[in-house]
């Protein structure tokens, strides 16, 4: 694997940069500053650089975004799912968490039929009651998980068959059987766990490896399907928060990063932490599918 240098994308820094999401259709490449609620979109040069053509506020925070084929961006909200429409305007979707506060959306993307994965994180301490939720076409809501410690990066194998999900407080990627059709889950498994650092947002490369972020490391790891370490990227700012797939040939890897949590000293010694980084890693990606959009009338507000 030919791999070539790594690059800031773009001199915009960010808090929590996160959830980077190629739109194939448009060409663009969108992702989100979480602590700041804004959405960026950006065109992306064969050099591998950004040029932000559009942005969107929330008055609270965003988790994710993703995109339909139509050009609706889906977002995760503090609590619930907005649908910014193709003319931009806001719309919004259905309320997975009621939590005064104390928790918030976070990671989430499409599933390969277009239902949407999100999962929560805790704002109150540490927690083993975060979920992953399946929200379905017609809005319908199905819990996956309840017991986790934070949700986070999601992906599927080339045929839909099987879900890697992350559980970042313990250190662990999840596996499970995934029927596409119904999108009923099998029961999970432990497909990777780690001393060091924390798994965050990952991908999947059209050799079905992972591409796993790697908060407090300052790397992307390359997995095998058999959970073997094959490859590393290193990245000059520690917390780097998650990675994508993006370009007409999905050859470049997105990766974001985050200054949270890091203080003067670290970033003195990081001053690129916070930015959004790609680099050609000598692999192509697996298209991520895209959001299918909503049907019905929204009749999935939760207590």
């Known amino acids: 694997m030919n791999q070539g240098s790594i690059r800031v994308a773009h001199p915009q820094v960010h808090e929590l ?5 190629w739109d194939p259709i448009r060409e663009r ?14 065109d992306l040069s064969p050099d591998g650089l ?14 994710a975004i993703a995109v ?10 503090a609590e619930r799912l907005y649908v910014r429409d193709e003319a931009g305007e806001l719309h919004p979707g259905p309320r997975l968490i009621s939590s005064a ?9 499409p599933d390969p039929l277009g239902r949407y994965l999100v999962g929560s994180l805790s704002l109150a301490g540490p927690s083993n009651q975060e979920q992953l939720v399946q929200v379905g076409l017609d809005r319908s809501i199905e819990v996956i998980d309840d017991d986790l410690t934070l949700s986070n990066g999601l992906a599927w194998s080339r045929d839909g068959s099987r879900l890697y999900s992350v559980d970042t407080e313990r250190r662990r990627v999840l596996v499970r059987a995934y029927d596409v059709a119904s999108g009923r889950v099998g029961p999970r498994s432990v497909h990777l766990s780690f001393d060091d650092g924390y798994p965050d947002g990952l991908c999947i490369d059209a050799e079905e490896h992972l591409w796993i972020a790697m908060w407090g490391l300052g790397r992307i790891d390359r997995y095998s399907p058999s959970g073997e370490l ?6 000059p700012a520690p917390h780097t928060s998650s990675v994508a797939f993006a370009g ?16 003067d000293e670290q970033l003195e010694l990081f001053p690129h932490s916070g930015r959004v980084f790609t680099v050609r890693p ?3 990606g697996l298209p991520q599918p895209l959001w299918a959009g909503f049907s019905g009338p929204d009749t999935s507000e939760v207590p």
């Not at 040939?249 to 200054?259: Q, R």
């Open 17 to 21: 940069a996160e959830g980077p999401f």
């Open 29 to 42: 490449l969108l992702w989100v500053n979480i602590r700041r609620g804004r959405v960026y979109s950006a």
């Open 50 to 63: 950004l040029e932000i053509r559009d942005e969107l506020d929330l008055d609270e925070t965003v988790g």
């Open 68 to 77: 339909s084929a139509s050009g609706a961006w889906l977002i995760a909200g």
């Open 101 to 109: 506060g104390s928790r918030r959306l976070n990671d989430g993307k």
């Open 230 to 235: 094959v490859a590393s990227i290193e990245v």
């Open 248 to 263: 007409v040939d999905l050859d470049v890897l997105v990766i974001t990063t985050a200054t949270q949590d890091l203080d």
């Open 282 to 284: 000598g692999v192509r």
